[in-house]
C-alpha cells in the first residue's frame, strides 16, 4: 500500500523564524542549485532529506498506471517537500522536477538533531509551522467534492497569489506558468477538457485572461468567484 504524499504550503517558513534561528539553519543546511528540469529527488529513492524551497517553483508529480505523469501540488519558496524523517517513510513517494531554476535547503535528520540542540527556537517554530499546515490540509480536504469550474479557479487564484507579478494600479496579476491545462486539470483532480472549458468560461466572466502559460487574472474576481460559487 502506497504511503500518503507529504508537502507543505505556504509555511512563511522565512517570516515566522526568528532570526538567530533561520541563520543557524542556513548554516546547517545551506542552499543547494537545481536546474529547470532537474530532479531533486525521484519516487523511490531513500527519503533522506526534507527540502525548503528557498527560490524557484517545483511539481510533484506521480505517474498512472497507464505512465501519464499526475501533478500533486506545485511548490516553491518557503515550502516544504520530501517526507524524510516528518511521516518516517524510507523512501519518497513521488518525483519533485524543478519548473524553474530552483535553489532548496535540504534537511536530513542528523542536521535537524543538531538544529535542536543548537538553535532550540528553531524546533519549537518548526513544529508550530507543521501544525498550522496540518490544519489547512483539512481544509482543503474539506473542498474536494467543490464543482470543478470552482477547484478550477482555486488552483489559479492560487497560483496568481504565490507566483504572479501584480500589474500597477489595480489588483490584477500577470501570471506567466510552465504549467498546461494538463497540470491544471490534474491540481484540479479535473479532466483536460473540463478544466478548458472552466477556464474558458473564466474568460467570459472577465476574470481571466489570456492562455497557454500566460495570463492576467483579476484576484478580486476570483477570491469573489471562489468565495460565492457563481457556477
Known amino acids: 500500500m502506497r504511503a500518503p504524499v507529504w508537502y507543505a504550503q505556504d509555511t512563511r517558513f522565512s517570516e515566522l523564524m526568528p532570526g538567530p534561528a533561520l541563520g543557524e539553519f542556513m548554516r546547517v543546511c545551506p542552499e543547494r542549485p537545481f536546474g529547470r528540469g532537474e530532479h531533486l529527488f525521484r519516487e523511490g529513492e531513500p527519503a533522506t532529506h526534507l527540502h525548503v524551497i528557498a527560490h524557484g517553483q517545483v511539481k510533484l508529480v506521480n505517474f498512472t498506471p497507464a505512465g501519464h505523469e499526475r501533478v500533486i501540488a506545485v ?82 487564484l492560487d497560483q496568481a497569489r504565490r507566483f504572479g507579478e501584480p500589474e500597477p494600479g489595480g489588483d490584477v496579476v500577470s501570471l506567466e506558468t510552465e504549467l498546461r491545462h494538463e497540470e491544471i486539470a490534474s491540481l484540479a483532480s479535473a479532466t483536460r477538457v473540463s478544466a478548458s472549458t472552466a477556464i474558458a468560461e473564466l474568460r467570459e466572466l472577465g476574470i481571466v485572461e489570456g492562455s497557454r502559460g500566460s495570463y492576467r487574472v483579476s484576484l478580486a474576481g476570483l477570491e469573489a468567484y471562489v468565495a460565492d460559487d457563481l457556477g
Open 75 to 156: 511548490v516553491g519558496p518557503d515550502d516544504f517537500i520530501g517526507e524524510a524523517f516528518v511521516i518516517g517513510t524510507e523512501h519518497y513517494q513521488l518525483d519533485a522536477v524543478a519548473i524553474t531554476d530552483v535553489s532548496s535547503c535540504p534537511m536530513n535528520r542528523d542536521q535537524f538533531a543538531q538544529l535542536a540542540l543548537h538553535a532550540p527556537a528553531f524546533t519549537v517554530r518548526f513544529a508550530e509551522i507543521l501544525a498550522t499546515s496540518l490544519v489547512r490540509c483539512r481544509e482543503l480536504l474539506s473542498h474536494s467534492l467543490d464543482p470543478v469550474k470552482r477547484r478550477v479557479a482555486k488552483v489559479l
